[in-house]
């Protein structure tokens, strides 16, 4: 069995009197790659940053390496467990600028080595500006991993590429857990699901309905994933 990396204990978050999740219990593994799955609106982001602390519960516990993540330093837990957005961030200034932005004394040549890992070899020098959406996504994962995060959290991130720019980032993020960085990711897209994740987490209507890896939980849906799975509303 996987060992619990984040873990989710009748967790309720409460937004300007919305219910985003509502006795939310399960767990994210530190192995290979999570997929936390389910229809837009159903909570899956909110759970996601629940685990920098990005959002809070208003109930129940979330628990980081065992220890509640409300009790770990939010600057040390930021850099342990990065995060990617959906939509990258350029800022003004090079690529290289940009890398170091989370790592300002981060030599060169250690940014080199990340934008290398991504697939932008050379690319240092250029305006961010320049670059392409799925270019851009790169830059900002390679921003996060010059921090050296033990775990890196992924909200859509691929939502807004065209499909050769999918293939890519899902290639180099399946790549770093083969490296010993796992990873969360967000995702409404069944296909995507299938093709990233060793283990399961769907949420439906603010709840974790089911989890699992991926293959047990495919042979075995409960009702509202088996709805979900087949294009339904869970």
Known sequence: MDRALFEFHDVGVEKAGRRLLSGATGT?????????????GSGKSTLLRLCNRLEAA???????????????????LRREVGMVFQRPTALPGTVFDNVRAGAPTASEHDADEALDR??????????????????????????TLLTGPRFVLFDE??????????????????????????????????????RLAHHAV?????????????????????????????????
């Open 58 to 76: 208003t109930s129940g516990v979330v628990r980081y390496g065992g220890s509640p993540v409300d009790e770990v330093d939010p600057l040390t």
């Open 202 to 234: 769907f949420v439906i209507d603010g709840a974790i309905v089911q989890e699992g890896h991926l293959g047990d939980v495919l042979a075995a849906p409960r009702p509202a994933v088996a709805r979900f799975l087949e294009g339904g509303h869970g």
């Open 118 to 143: 991504v697939g932008l070899a050379g690319f240092g020098p250029r305006d961010a500006s320049s670059l392409s959406g799925g270019e851009a996504q790169r830059m900002c994962l390679a921003r």
């Open 28 to 40: 994210i593994p530190d192995h290979l790659v999570t997929v936390i799955a389910g229809p837009s």
């Open 157 to 194: 991130p691929t939502s807004a590429l065209d499909p050769e720019a999918v293939t890519v980032v899902e290639e180099l993020v399946n790549r770093l857990a083969d490296d010993g960085v796992p990873s969360a990711w967000v995702t409404h897209d069944m296909s995507q699901l299938r």
